[in-house]
């Protein structure tokens, strides 16, 4: 399967390339092969059945999982980036992202941009909160959240530094109609210029992409 997103900027500031991208956690359970090119501006879904390898895309692309075949390289301003530096130019959403439940919500990000070198660290830290509507609560414990809010911190880590890639599953999860509404509005207003990459299976969520890429696998019941 190939998808391809056509794109008016001569050279993408990020660009996908997936060749027979597959991987295997047993005989029967993983991510079947896929081809495709996304390049940014644009938002793009990944959707299919539960075991089909939506999640398992999202962090073969970020660069946390090794495929067991094929290959899929980013290139940012034209410059291929390998996956130990790619968390340099990606914001990643996982609803296994932990927080230290004994920080502060501000203090969680703190920690997160100085691990990363950011400078005006706590500059960048009010900005990503209250671009989810979470700097009213700044000085709260993460362990006093909901999970709705502590979702909301999701993203705020992903744009924390900025990135020109999100890359986003579930970003819905636990949101009511506010947080929903603050995620389509983060959709649209990165994907205007950089690109986002969405897992969901969530008609509300995909039909804010431009183009899906939809996953043909066994769907075991079973998160791939």
Known sequence: MSVAIETAVRSPAALFEAVELRHRYGPARGLEPVSFTIAAPGVVAVTGPNGSGKSTLLRILAGLL??????????????????????????????????????????????????RGLAAAGAAVREALERVALWGRAHDRASALSSG?????????????????????????????????LVTGIVGQHGSTGLVVMATNDEREWRLAEQRIELRGRGLGDSA
């Open 66 to 115: 090794r495929p067991s075949g094929g290959r899929a390289s980013l290139a940012v301003s034209g410059v291929v980036v390998p996956p130990p530096g790619r968390r340099r130019h990606v914001g990643y959403v996982s609803p296994e992202l932990a927080f230290y439940d004994e920080m502060s919500v501000a203090e969680n990000l703190g920690f997160a941009a100085e691990a």
């Open 149 to 181: 809010l502590r979702q909301r911190l999701r993203l705020a880590f992903a744009l924390l530094h900025r990135p020109p890639v999100l890359l986003l599953d579930e970003p819905g999860s636990h949101l009511d109609d506010e947080g929903r509404a």
